[in-house]
């Protein structure tokens, strides 16, 4: 017992609130998560929701042996894209999980030149007597990036400047952390959540407990994501020439939205790499918008039904394939019909009664 909880305890004390009261270990899901598995599963839901085949191939060049290599074509057998996936860690392999497109789409002289996308992760390698399994953390990652991989495999614009990802940065994460969604659902993880050495599908309980677990600290999570998204506006939006203590410059804008007692030698804007080195300066908020966004477009589907292809189809030909071309909140409501709600989002993250 202690009497007083400081951020470096959260982790620590969280996790075992999280075991007292849904009793799931990641090391008794992982089994039910085999990679090879979980790749034909996001594959299946592709088809299901886009009508879209992947072929694995060896006949393209490949950066390195651990690449796995497919050709991506329509319902009519069309080519739609090449896709590479690179999930193991390796010497000289950052860190992460990320999206690449090392061709954009685009139509030149009434030639459609489909795209040549990567997905590229960094899942424990499969050793001699267990294949590679992943945590449901590490399924949700490789969704995650694969959503990004199907804006940029589904783009059919004229100008690649404005094709797949090239989209306003509030708009990017929508079609990756839609994709997320599917993780949680009862209906898509039977098509892949199998134990690797019995063949057994996840048992109910489990899928009970991860979409239980889901909203876990989901109120502190919000309150983390809004204290670093005002933190960066403070940043941007005002005249740093007369900010004498960084230090105490962030705590004012962590004001509202502090809740463990302050660390005097801590200070985060010094490490605070996304809104200084990585593109998010004034955009850090994309997170929590794009949020917004899934939460809203993925409540349709929950609506009409997780694989119905009609709202997959308006999904893919109003988002997924315009890319840039148009403003982002008109592409919403042709796919939507109505501009997007926070409420679905509240209610997700268990903030918001049903």
Not at 19 to 46: R, T
Not at 165 to 176: A, C, G, K
Not at 262 to 277: G, K, L, P
Not at 318 to 346: C, D, V
Request: glycine fraction near 6%; proline fraction near 3%.
């Amino acid at each position: 017992m202690i009497n007083r909880l400081e951020k470096w305890d959260a982790a620590y004390y969280s996790e075992k609130l999280k075991m007292e009261l849904f009793d799931l270990d990641q090391e008794i899901l992982k089994p039910y998560f085999k990679l090879d598995n979980v790749i034909l599963g996001v594959f299946e839901i592709a088809n299901k929701l886009f009508a879209i085949h992947f072929e694995e191939i060896d006949s393209i060049d490949k950066y390195h042996e651990d690449v796995r290599t497919y050709k991506v074509t329509d319902a009519d057998g069309n080519f739609v894209s090449h896709f590479y996936a690179d999930f193991h860690p390796r010497a000289g392999k950052r860190n992460g999980a990320w999206m690449t497109s090392y061709k954009s789409q685009q139509i030149q002289d009434d030639i459609n030149h489909r795209p040549q996308v990567s997905i590229v992760c960094n899942f424990t390698k499969p050793t001699e007597s267990k294949p590679s399994l992943l945590t449901f953390n590490e399924v949700t990652t490789l969704f995650h990036e694969f959503g990004h991989a199907l804006h940029g495999m589904l783009a059919n614009t004229t100008f690649k400047s404005l094709s797949g990802t090239s989209v306003s940065w509030d708009f990017v994460e929508l079609p990756s952390q839609i994709l997320e969604n599917w993780c949680y659902e009862k209906e898509a993880l039977e098509l892949f959540a199998k134990h690797y050495s019995t063949g057994e599908t996840i048992p109910m309980e489990f899928i009970r407990k991860i979409k239980a677990s889901a909203t876990f600290h989901e109120g502190m999570q919000t309150l983390r994501q809004l204290s670093f998204g005002l933190l960066d506006m403070q940043w941007h939006s005002g005249n740093i020439e007369e900010i004498i203590s960084v230090k105490d410059f962030e705590k004012q804008a962590f004001e509202n939205t502090s809740l463990y007692p302050d660390v005097a030698e801590n200070c985060m804007s010094t490490s605070f790499s996304h809104i200084f080195q990585g593109g998010y300066s004034a955009g850090y908020y994309s997170y929590k918008w794009a949020e917004v966004l899934d939460a809203d477009a993925f409540e349709y589907f929950l609506e009409k039904g997780i694989f119905n292809t009609e709202v997959a189809a308006r999904f893919k030909d109003n988002i997924l394939s315009k890319g840039g071309t148009e403003k982002p909140m008109i592409l919403y409501k042709r796919f939507r019909g109505q501009e997007p709600k926070p409420e679905a989002l509240l209610k997700r993250a268990g903030l918001l009664n049903a």
